[in-house]
């Protein structure tokens, strides 16, 4: 039995689309432990947010949506549009989710991806006088992230491509 159609034609296969990398990890820098260790469905509320970044094309070029996702509910709690993917975004993206929870955050686990702005000085700050504890998955794990990789998944092709935002204000 020949199972010659299951070869592809490589040329057939078009090209993936251009994407802006939002992870770019520090050298040099300590990062906090993986404290989920797998264990990705809380159980109960307040007891783990993601935070994570993604970019969002625009007639104006590209700007940058910061979000923070509870995972046990998968509500958003805090999202800031910006111009330029920082630690500045991440502040108010934290600073808005504590806001939404109404103080309810102590002991709450903050796992993030390995990007530079999450290990910030400041974010880090932050954390520790809101007594949120910092968690990092390991780099080039999909699988920790996926709540809110699938939130930017239904946000941009349910919402944001549907709509015709010329600019950053709007």
């Known amino acids: 039995m020949s199972f010659s159609w299951l070869i592809w034609d490589l040329d057939d296969i078009s090209e993936r ?7 770019i990890a520090n050298q040099g820098v300590e990062y906090p432990p993986d404290l989920l260790k797998g264990q990705f469905k809380p159980g109960q509320l307040n007891l783990v947010w993601s935070l994570d970044l993604t970019y969002l094309g625009k007639v104006e ?49 903050l796992h993030t991806d390995r990007g ?42 349910e919402y944001f491509f549907s709509h015709g935002f010329a600019n950053l204000e709007e």
């Open 17 to 23: 689309t251009f994407k802006i990398k939002t992870t």
């Open 116 to 157: 530079k702005q999450f290990v910030d000085q400041r974010v880090v700050k932050l954390c520790d006088t809101a007594g949120i504890r910092r968690s990092m998955g390991a780099t080039g794990s999909c699988y920790d992230h996926a709540s809110i990789e699938s939130f930017w998944s239904i946000f941009t092709h």
């Open 61 to 109: 070029g590209f700007c940058y949506l910061c979000g923070m996702r509870e995972k046990h509910s998968h509500r958003v709690l805090g999202q800031v549009v910006a111009p330029r993917m920082g630690a500045g975004i991440v502040l108010e993206a934290l600073r808005s989710a504590i806001t939404t929870r109404g103080g309810h955050h102590e002991g709450v686990f």
